[in-house]
């Protein structure tokens, strides 16, 4: 048997930040301790206040060549940083264990440094955000994942919809954009990568309308690391009417197949 001991004071650590800097009390305090934090700059900017002077911030993006993997870039910076002595956390909005940091990271350290020494810690994830501005839209249950990550094809994205509306569970979706609209170099794509956001809506669409009543409400809610997020409601129906209103921060939230809806409220019964 395999034991791990958790609370270990580890020098290079995973942090999920959540939408605004709305970190934990123990990302706060790794943050604080941390001689270089390394994510993208807005990341960065919304933790500034939590480092201790003299840490140093940085990111690797604006030095990235074109396809290169951005995270192997950002591990191996933390590895030499851990290699120096020097404690070094890596940061990532949400949650890093869900379409974050986390499993990248991982997947680049292995190698350079014993996995067992890195400490990944929990942020607040995008939907738990959503959920609680929407009401409870996912009680009894959730099915997540990016509609439009780099390197997914159609068809594994397209099972995964299907398999999300035929499951009656609350579904909320990551990615709606393709990030390689914003980043074409660092995410070159065979055709338009704004037509391949399109394709998928219109496949989450048309999975969902197969298994749910057309006037199942479908909740675009934007802006999360604002104070004023935007939500929009529209039905499956008419889903494709709002694409006008999906930002590369947006996340889509469908209700379980039995919910209700009061005074602004959505919720899945249980």
């Excluded at 350290?109 to 501005?133: F, K, N, T």
Aim: net charge negative; glycine share 10%.
């Amino acid at each position: 048997m395999t034991r791990t001991d958790t609370t270990r004071d580890n020098a290079l650590s995973i942090v999920g930040i959540g939408y605004g800097g709305d970190v934990t009390a123990r990302a706060s305090e790794l943050l604080g301790r941390a001689d270089l934090v390394v994510g993208h700059p807005d990341f960065i900017r919304q933790v500034a206040h939590l480092l201790k002077p003299g840490a140093e911030s940085t990111d690797v993006v604006a030095d990235a060549e074109p396809g290169q993997d951005v995270f192997a870039l950002r591990a191996r910076l933390a590895a030499e940083a851990l290699a120096s002595g020097k404690r070094a956390v890596i940061v990532t909005a949400g949650d890093p264990g869900l379409l974050g940091m986390a499993g990248p990271t991982l997947s680049a350290l292995r190698g350079q440094v014993g996995l067992e020494d890195v400490g990944i810690v929990p942020g607040l994830s995008a939907w738990q955000y959503a959920s609680a501005m929407l009401g409870a839209p996912f009680n009894g249950g959730l099915v997540t994942f990016p509609l439009c990550l780099h390197g997914e094809s159609d068809a594994d994205v397209a099972r995964r919809v299907r398999s999300a509306a035929d499951s009656g569970l609350g579904t909320c979706l990551y990615m709606l954009r393709h990030n390689g609209e914003a980043h074409p170099e660092l995410f070159p794509t065979d055709e338009p990568a704004v037509e391949i956001a399109l394709r998928r809506f219109a496949m989450v669409r048309d999975a969902f309308l197969a298994a749910r009543p057309e006037d199942t409400p479908a909740v675009i809610v934007s802006d999360l690391d604002h104070e004023r997020p935007r939500r929009v409601t529209t039905s499956l129906l008419d889903l494709k009417s709002v694409w006008d209103e999906v930002t590369e921060t947006s996340v889509l939230c469908i209700p379980g197949e039995r919910f209700a809806a009061d005074s602004g409220r959505l919720w899945t019964v249980t």
